[in-house]
């Protein structure tokens, strides 16, 4: 299913403060199983749009269409995954995958299936009875991932999912997230400060300026698929890419703030 967002604004009213503009202007087309990533600033706006699109938060202006019909909040069709996770504390690891699915109507059969092979792919195996409070941010991570996963939306939307990942885990998800998404053809908007993950997920990345977010520029990523996350270290389109996205970031900070590589993570996140 295709995204279309189309002059999406959006203001925060704070009558002590002062408003927040966190979104100027933004257009973009994400088509039918396309992978784009969004990198900008910290604080510019970009989890502001992903629940814009997600339908957990209303635009001041503009709208989002999926599929070819305007949204009008959360629907079945997107699955997203919160930066902080948002799982039910009082349900276990197995419960909170199961949740979406019984919601969806599945059998409890489907519903078992479903959890045990998604529970599999993200290496929960033998933590399905715990609670989130027992479990580290990385497995809580893991399980808000195949939660989201499990219900088979045609839209994926990523708050930077893999941000609270240990290095190794990290790269073992990226390589999953990426496998997963050949396999599917799902359409992927993904939130992430990390240039290399960008890289190594997107056939396009949109670089957002400071808040309020405008879109800076597009960069179309043409390294070849599949792309294996050693090999495409050693692509020269990848550095020449790299430096450009590196640049484009670079620019949008202030200039009080320096060492941009504080923003960074290696592709393995390590
Ligand atoms: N519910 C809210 N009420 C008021 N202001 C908000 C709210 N949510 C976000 N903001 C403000 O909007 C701006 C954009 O926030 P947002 O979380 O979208 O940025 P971001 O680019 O995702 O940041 P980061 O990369 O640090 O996660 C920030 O100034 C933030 O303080």
């Known amino acids: 299913m295709e995204v279309q967002a189309r002059g999406v604004a959006k203001v925060f009213p704070n009558r002590r403060r002062g408003d927040v503009e966190a979104i100027a202007h ?22 502001t749009f992903l629940y814009i699109v997600g339908g957990f938060v209303e635009a001041t202006g503009g709208s989002v269409s999926v599929g070819g019909t305007p949204i009008t909040g959360p629907g079945p ?13 009082w349900k276990t690891v197995h419960g909170n995958i199961t949740y979406g699915l019984a919601e969806q109507g599945l059998s409890r059969r489907e519903q078992q299936e479903r959890a045990e092979h998604y529970i599999h792919m993200v290496g929960l195996q033998g933590m399905e009875r715990l609670y989130p409070k027992e479990l580290s941010g990385g497995m809580k991570q893991r399980v808000a991932i195949a939660r989201t996963l499990a ?13 609270a990942l240990d290095a190794q885990t990290r790269a073992e998800m990226q390589t999953e997230l990426s496998s997963i998404w050949e396999r599917t053809g799902k359409t992927v908007l993904f939130v992430t400060h990390a240039v290399e993950e960008a890289l190594f997920f997107s056939d396009r990345v949109v670089v957002f300026s400071q808040r309020p ?6 960069v179309d990523v043409e390294i070849p698929r599949p792309r294996d996350r050693k090999g495409i270290l050693r692509d020269p389109r990848f550095a020449e890419l790299h430096h450009h996205l ?20 290696p592709v393995d996140g390590g």
């Open 26 to 47: 933004v257009d973009m087309d994400v088509a039918p199983g396309e992978f784009v990533s969004i990198l900008g600033p910290s604080g510019c706006g970009k989890s």
């Open 77 to 89: 069709e997107r699955g997203i995954v919160f930066q902080e996770f948002a799982l039910f504390p």
């Open 151 to 163: 219900t088979d939306p045609d839209v994926l939307l990523m708050d930077e999912p893999l941000g």
């Open 213 to 218: 977010a405008r879109i800076k520029s597009v």
């Open 246 to 265: 590196w640049d484009l970031l670079h620019e949008t900070r202030p200039s009080t703030q320096t060492g941009a590589a504080t923003a960074e993570a």
